[in-house]
């Protein structure tokens, strides 16, 4: 069974700049997850999306962090503008449903250094 | 959130046991305790995870603490592969407690 493919796996930018990740989640799981890891902790939630709506963003800012997942399947993480603290590692990850004894799979990240 | 609290970290030899513990003294009726591990340079794996009951799978033992004010993580002959950090997270079963959050984690490092 083919894992949660992301796209780019590192990407250097400079501050003020745009950036976009890409997520194909394993076939058939209907819940999609963005973390950020940060060095040295541990991932935080971003965003969560049951099918094609957000079941929760409480913690994105929305001022600059934007997600979508069209369709239901795919889904894109964008920073416009970034900044220098949005250095980290974006996570995506996925579920067969919401539930709390429900497996999450992560992808292998994508590396953004903001310069 | 109910939290959880373990050691930054620990050390092993290949081959040998390796009990990783996690406190969670305000874990609530409904909370499961989940057991996530990240290798160097990958997103975080699912190792395990149980209510109340001891739990055995292909990759580790967890034992709950009768009153589930603590669990113990266990890997029954560590591996060089076995280094990784460790997340000791309790999931609600509805809305925001149903959420990974992920805390710093016990980083473990397996010698030769």
């Known amino acids: 069974e083919a894992g949660v493919a992301q796209s780019p796996r590192y990407k250097i930018i400079e501050k003020r700049q745009s950036v976009a990740f890409w997520c194909n989640p394993i076939s058939g799981h209907a819940t999609l997850y963005w973390y950020q890891q940060i060095l040295g902790q541990g991932p935080k939630l971003l965003i969560q999306?049951?099918?094609?709506?957000?079941?929760?963003d409480s913690q994105l800012p929305k001022d600059r962090f934007s997600a979508e997942r069209l369709k239901g399947v795919d889904s894109t993480l964008k920073i416009q503008p970034a900044k220098l603290e949005d250095s980290a590692v974006y996570l995506c990850?996925?579920?067969?449903?919401?539930?709390?004894?429900?497996?999450?799979?992560f992808g292998p990240g994508t590396r953004l250094t903001v310069l | 959130d109910a939290k959880t609290t373990q050691p930054n970290s620990m050390e092993s030899n290949e081959e040998e046991p390796v009990h990783l513990p996690c406190n969670h003294s305000?874990?609530?009726?409904?909370?499961?305790i989940h057991w996530y591990r990240q290798l160097p340079s990958q997103g975080p794996e699912y190792v395990i995870h149980g209510l109340t009951s001891n739990v055995n799978n292909r990759m580790a033992s967890l034992a709950i603490a009768e009153d589930r004010k603590s669990s113990t993580l266990i890997l029954h002959r560590a591996t060089l592969r076995d280094a990784a950090v460790y997340y000791c997270?309790?999931?609600?079963?509805?809305?925001?407690?149903?959420?990974?959050?992920f805390g710093t984690g016990t980083l473990l490092a397996v010698q030769p």
């Open positions: 997270i309790l999931r609600g079963v509805v809305g925001a407690t149903n959420k990974l959050i």
């Open positions: 990850a996925s579920s067969l449903v919401m539930g709390s004894y429900n497996e999450q799979f």
């Open positions: 999306f049951q099918n094609n709506g957000v079941v929760d």
């Open positions: 305000t874990i609530s009726g409904t909370d499961y």
